[in-house]
């Protein structure tokens, strides 16, 4: 099929307006061509600057190096030009200059990222602009033909600080004009209101400080270099936070005195530029990378994003993951167990061993012996498998221990978890199973085990006095070593008093919780599953068809992809099915699909569970979304609830999920989604529901994408 000519020309523009939005560390298309039109206010300058970007993406291109969404050479180009079609007038001779800067400043790009990132994983960000710039103004003094560019004086906007700060945005396009500057702020505006609020923040951080410094160094010039760093700190390479808010403000103070230690370099005919930013940006960076102890703020130099959208990640963390330093652990039995000591028991898991679990396995009626409990094999769990919950190394074990009559203990010193196993993992965790039947071991010191694997039975051996089973994950291998936080992975708990067994990712059950693996149900599985190649195709009420398809990206990443090309990450697992990382313009369909499965598990006896999708994948209407923006302006996510149950037939599915957000008092935004799934198709029906706005999609044809020797094909449903 020929692409028509408007879907052409925004794929052929898309790289360079992303380049644009770059300058301010955005990424939307409008905001690159607001910048686009604030570079031709003065259109011998904006020309200038696209000639050189042009340059840099040709130069990229012929050079081999990969293609990206956001080309780093554009903006380091693009910022080059301008400065040269500012201090010089447009003739052939500084367009041609504009080109072999453009080629250059690509080059540099790409040889000063790879040096900074092997030297501590540090962001190039504009380096290449300021090493180029600082090049060409060196050689320009040399060039006889060149003639100063006419001086133009822009006018001040009323009140006076606020046209400082709007010059200031300004001067980073050499444009040092306050629309100028109302407009870049429009374009943060429009990607992110978290990086504008660093911007406005930081500024004003580092105008005081040049203010208590009493320096003479204007903050209307220079103040571009404190919203940088803040920006770069605080929003861009760092989890949005308290801290890391903190941290952008000091990196601004910094930037700030930078700026007034680096004016001798104008006496050199080296203007300043972005420097100050860059270093500020590094040197904080740097020191927070090379912490020892971690924690926040958590830097993201390996994958930097905006943070409304590291924001929306960590809610669906929040909602599916166990806290950051958590070691997650499958359930080490077969079926049912109830947790009798539970972090933080009152019994043992106290202090430096808070973190750990006990289970034993229980009737109907709550007892976990038959009879009266005077004999070992009275209780239900004495003998019963022992699984590895890690896959790892047998790193030491025992079994010689004999087991204790019921209500005996054995305290003796060095028998406290009597026999046992100790696993260590891959990444040198250590994992003890406790209180093993006597000679029930099936492994040896040495050994490797995978996840699930029997290693031995269920005992009353060491400081037990029914037979049970103990679980922590230590940092050492001594037997009693202080233990670290864990939680249990892909879980199904029933508890007392709660209707349904509820499905959790990472769970941490409580004293008395009913605890059991999540084993995959593999009829739900099959109709659920989600090869690369596979379409589905969607009629909604209107008779609109809708697609969506599943691709596997060059890095092994499957993605869900809608007809507009708006995608979302999934990950399908043996125990359930998880998307994220959404990307792209609204997708009904899409949109619906991620609100209704966002988290679907496999396993059969899942009844419930909990998510936080974002609130922008309903339908709301414009008055809500106009309240979102005011009330969430960094965004938001529901509360999510989930339920699934066999359809009327017993041969389907039926998963519901009812999302809330409470906006304030008596503010409250309600959806519902329905999905029916069957074995053959999986989900045949999907409606989403918010107030008096509907979305129904009902499944019409599946397909394979076609590839190379295979034919793509459809099957109406």
Known sequence: MTEQPPRRAARLAGPYLRGYAAVLFCSHPLAGLLILAVTFIRPEVGA???????????????????????????????????????????SPLVAGLAVAAGAITALATHVLSGWLWRL?????????????????????????????????????????????????????????HPVAGVAMFAALLISSRYLALLAVAGYVVGALTLTALGSAVLPSLTGFNFMLAAMAVGGLFAFPDRASFAWGLFAAVVAALLCVALQGLAQLGLPPLAAPFLLASWLVMAGLSLRPGGGAPFLLLDTPTLPERSLIAARL???????????????????????????????THRGPWRHAFDFIVVDERGRSHRNDGGTLGDYLGFGAPVLAPVAGQVW?????????????????????????????????????????????????????????????????????????????????????????????????????????????LSARPVEGDIVSGALRDRAFAEAMHLPAGRTLGFRDDAGGLHTLRIELTLLGQFRLIGAGGASAALDERIDVLAFYDRQGAADPLLDSWLLAFGLTPFSGAAERWTDAPPVSLAPLSAAERALLVVLRPFGASFDSRYERRRDASGQGWRQTGRHRLTLGPGLVLDVTTEAEIDPLHGCRELTVSSG???????????????????PARREAV
């Open 396 to 504: 030491r074990c025992e079994d010689r221990l004999l087991d204790n009559p019921p209500g005996e203990i054995d305290a003796r010193a060095g028998r406290n978890f009597g026999n046992h196993v100790l696993l260590r993992t891959a990444d040198a965790a250590f994992v003890l199973l406790g209180h093993l039947q006597h000679g029930s071991l099936r492994v040896k010191a040495g050994d490797w085990v995978e996840a699930g694997q029997i290693l031995a039975a269920c005992g009353n051996s060491g400081r037990s006095a029914q037979p049970h089973l103990h679980l922590q994950v230590q940092a050492f291998d001594d037997p009693g070593a202080p233990t670290r936080p864990l939680h249990l992975r892909s879980t199904v708990v029933k508890r007392a008093g709660v209707a349904g067994a509820a499905f959790s």
């Open 317 to 347: 963390a929040r909602a599916r993951l166990a806290e950051p330093g958590s070691y997650p652990v499958n359930v080490p039995f077969f079926g049912d167990w109830q947790v009798s000591q539970g972090i933080d028991g009152p019994h």
């Open 120 to 176: 501590n994983r540090l962001p190039a960000m504009s380096l290449a602009f300021v090493v180029i710039a600082w090049l060409f103004a060196a050689i320009s003094r040399d060039v006889a033909f060149l003639e100063p560019a006419r001086p133009v004086l822009y006018p001040d906007l009323h009140p006076v600080w606020l046209s400082h700060f709007f010059t200031s945005l300004g001067w980073f396009l050499f444009t040092p």
């Open 692 to 710: 008096d706005r509907r979305r129904h999609f009902t499944l019409v044809e599946t397909g394979l994408a076609g590839d190379v020797g295979v």
């Open 48 to 90: 200038t600057g696209l000639l050189a970007a042009l340059s840099a993406r040709a130069a990229s291109v012929q050079l081999g190096y990969a293609e990206v969404e956001q080309p780093p050479e554009i903006y380091n180009a693009l910022l080059v030009g301008l400065a040269l079609g500012s201090v010089w007038s447009f």
